[in-house]
């Protein structure tokens, strides 16, 4: 595979495949489309996965039982713009780099053993420009550390949670570009 150097997509999603995270694949830098899920692949991410691709816009590996930590080094695919990590072992927090990445606009954690830390940690929250729509969910007034709550640019609509008087520090709110929302 290490002579394939204009490869954009690998998929391979939906497959039986197992092992660790295909070694080869690291060898195509010109890869934008990294499709892995539903398989079994398994073991750590390199800690420099975020600097072996860096042309990467899509990183799909949900649904296999990759481990440890999600590296840090994600944050320097500057064009990365789906990451789906949902659905596998990972350990830890989501490192706080992640928020650097600008271009990002799906991003799937769901189904992992994340949280060495907890939700008292939580200082910053964006959901910004998900096409989020209904209520506001209630449990976001749970996150009482919070400094700055980003819900701008959805379809929000209702009453405001009761659960938001909860909030000790918050300094930033915003709600705008959102349907109609109730005080």
């Avoid at 595979?1 to 690291?26: E, I, R, W």
């Avoid at 420099?48 to 080094?73: C, H, K, R, Y």
């Avoid at 976001?140 to 520090?169: C, D, V």
């Amino acid at each position: 595979m290490s002579q394939l150097k204009n490869l954009t997509l690998f998929a391979v999603g939906t497959n039986l495949f197992s092992g660790s995270f295909l070694l080869p694949l690291y060898n195509l830098s010109s890869l934008k489309f990294v499709v892995l899920t539903l398989n079994n692949f398994h073991g750590d991410l390199r800690i420099d996965i975020g600097f072996v691709f860096p042309n990467l816009q899509a990183m799909v590996l949900g649904g296999n039982a990759f481990t440890a930590e999600i590296p840090a080094s994600l944050s320097n695919i500057s064009n990365l713009q789906v990451l789906d990590l949902a659905r596998n072992a990972f350990t830890e927090n989501i490192p706080f780099s992640i928020g650097n990445l600008h271009n990002l606009y799906r991003l799937h954690v769901f189904t992992n053993n994340l949280g060495s830390g907890t939700e008292d940690d939580l200082r910053f929250l964006t959901l910004s420009a998900n096409c989020s729509f209904g209520e506001i969910p209630s449990f976001l007034g749970n996150l009482t550390q919070l400094l700055y709550l980003h819900l701008e640019n959805n379809r929000f609509e209702g009453n405001i949670p009761i659960s938001f008087g909860n909030f000790k520090n918050l300094q930033e709110i915003d709600l705008s570009c959102n349907n109609t929302l109730v005080l």
